[in-house]
């Protein structure tokens, strides 16, 4: 359970981060740029974290896959 937690606030970390420098960046030309920036920022934050903590993501350890080729050089042997 507190795993769960513990990733949902990681989460939500990365999709604040996110929308803030997306606002910010938007600011700078105005106001209606910052509120579709501080969106899309967000988003990308979310994504960024959701592909983080996924087993098969971008920043996965390779430890995590399994080693096919081990089984194939026995199987040919």
Known sequence: MGS?????LSRAKYAA???????AVGG???R?????GGALGGLAGA????LK???????AD?????D?????ADAAA
């Not at 209606?32 to 579709?36: D, I, V, Y």
């Not at 903590?53 to 920043?59: I, L, M, N, P, R």
């Open 62 to 66: 390779d430890e995590d896959e399994p």
């Open 47 to 50: 994504t960024l974290a959701e």
């Open 28 to 30: 700078l030309w105005s």
């Open 53 to 59: 903590s996924g087993a098969g993501g971008v920043f």
């Open 4 to 8: 769960r937690i513990r990733t949902a």
């Open 32 to 36: 209606n740029a910052a509120s579709t």
């Open 17 to 23: 981060v996110g929308a803030a420098v997306g606002a």
């Open 68 to 72: 096919d080729a081990g089984g194939e």
